[in-house]
């Protein structure tokens, strides 16, 4: 895709057997389905872009191909289903990141073939969800929030945060 693109439409590559892409460094939105049922196994999403959008690079169940995400600073938004289905086991998400749709990583491999993906941040900031988890079912992520205590701070290790169906534990 060439540079000077700021959107991606709705469904603008929707079925195409992509195997590779390089989004351009103007881009600042993905629409919802824009690369759904692709083939691609690794995305690097530039600094430029701010929203994802439900089911971007949703990729059919049939072909578990996407292994890596690379999300950089800059990404605000990540809508449902955004990364569905596929290889991933660890993401790490940008502090700029304000809200992630706890399903936007639903139907991968996951960290231990566990089926949950690990997704690692230092943002201190919470982020905000569009939905919960049921408590009956599975959920597909878990948020882990590293950083480093402050100077002052007694404890030696590293506080750890974890979001699960049950909510968010120490």
Do not use: M, W
Request: proline share 8%; charged share 15%.
């Amino acid at each position: 895709l060439h540079e000077g693109i700021v959107s991606i439409g709705q469904n603008a590559f929707n079925g195409c057997p992509l195997k590779t892409l390089t989004l351009p460094g103007t881009l600042k939105t993905v629409a919802r389905g824009a690369f759904y049922y692709h083939q691609l196994s690794e995305i690097t999403i530039p600094a430029s872009v701010e929203t994802i959008g439900d089911a971007a690079f949703e990729c059919t169940p049939k072909a578990l191909n996407l292994a890596k995400v690379t999300l950089n600073e800059g990404l605000r938004n990540i809508g449902k289903y955004a990364f569905r289905n596929g290889r991933l086991s660890e993401v790490t998400l940008p502090n700029s990141l304000e809200r992630l749709d706890p399903e936007a990583f639903l139907g991968h491999v996951g960290y231990q073939e566990s089926g949950v993906v690990r997704l690692y941040t230092e943002n201190k900031t919470p982020l905000s969800y569009t939905v919960n988890f049921p408590a009956s079912s599975p959920h597909s992520i878990q948020l882990i929030t590293v950083y480093l205590p402050p100077e002052d701070f007694p404890y030696n290790g590293t506080p750890l945060h974890c979001l699960s169906a049950s909510g968010l534990s120490k």
